[in-house]
């Protein structure tokens, strides 16, 4: 699977998965995580998830799309 990574802050990150889902991530300096999964035709950003490290973050999805996109950011 091939992730499409994009950096639109120096905190934040748009990735783009094999199967064309747009996640945004922020990562803040201090050790936390906030996870967004976009969705088509929203306006702003969806509610959105928040973790305590990015290990965290990959283990509470189920998505193997997700959470593949989720590792290309952190390797």
Not at 39 to 58: D, P, Q, V, Y
Not at 64 to 73: G, H, N, R, V, Y
Request: aromatic content about 8%; proline content about 1%.
């Amino acid at each position: 699977m091939t992730t499409l990574i994009q950096q639109e802050t120096e905190t934040y990150f748009t990735l783009t998965t094999a199967k064309g889902k747009k996640i945004g991530v922020c990562l803040r300096p201090w050790d936390h995580v906030s996870v967004y999964i976009l969705r088509n035709g929203m306006t702003g950003l969806a509610g959105g998830k928040h973790f305590r490290s990015m290990a965290e973050a990959i283990a509470a999805y189920k998505s193997a799309d997700i959470k593949a996109a989720l590792e290309a950011l952190v390797a």
